[in-house]
């Protein structure tokens, strides 16, 4: 069983940064990739960042590319999100997720964007952007 942790959410101005955590502990041996959602208040949770725990290859949505950054610190099984340049639009709870194990690259390439791609989700941390 894999756990996931995020830390790091708060309230911030718009054009702001903040740079959320994402701890994993449990067995991640075998798991591809992980990525961050968010999930706006009344809204559907949404893909905002994805990476390869291996070879490190990012992905991102397109309302996030440029001002997100999605790294990972294998040593510390941590993925962050540096977020840059916040908007109001950017207020959402902020979940990080693990992805099924067994995932391949092409699995992972082709489904990374998706909720049914992951099973193991942290708690979330908020997120207010104010205007």
């Known amino acids: 069983q894999v756990q996931l942790v995020e830390s790091g959410g708060g309230l911030v101005q718009t054009g702001g940064s903040l740079r959320l955590s994402c701890v994993a502990s449990?067995?991640?041996?075998?798991?591809?990739?992980m990525g961050w959602f968010r999930q706006p208040p009344g809204k559907e949770r949404d893909f905002v960042a994805a990476?390869?725990?291996?070879?490190?290859?990012?992905y991102y949505a397109d309302s996030v590319k440029g001002r997100f950054t999605i790294s990972r610190d294998s040593a510390q099984n941590t993925v962050y999100l540096q977020m840059n340049s916040l908007k109001p639009e950017d207020t959402a709870v902020y979940y990080c997720?693990?992805?099924?194990?067994?995932?391949?690259?092409?699995?992972?390439?082709?489904?990374?964007?998706?909720?049914?791609?992951?099973?193991?989700w942290g708690q979330g941390t908020q997120v207010t952007v104010s205007s």
């Open positions: 997720a693990l992805s099924r194990p067994g995932y391949t690259a092409y699995t992972f390439n082709s489904g990374y964007m998706g909720l049914t791609s992951y099973d193991d």
């Open positions: 449990g067995r991640t041996l075998g798991h591809y990739g």
């Open positions: 990476i390869t725990l291996s070879g490190g290859s990012t």
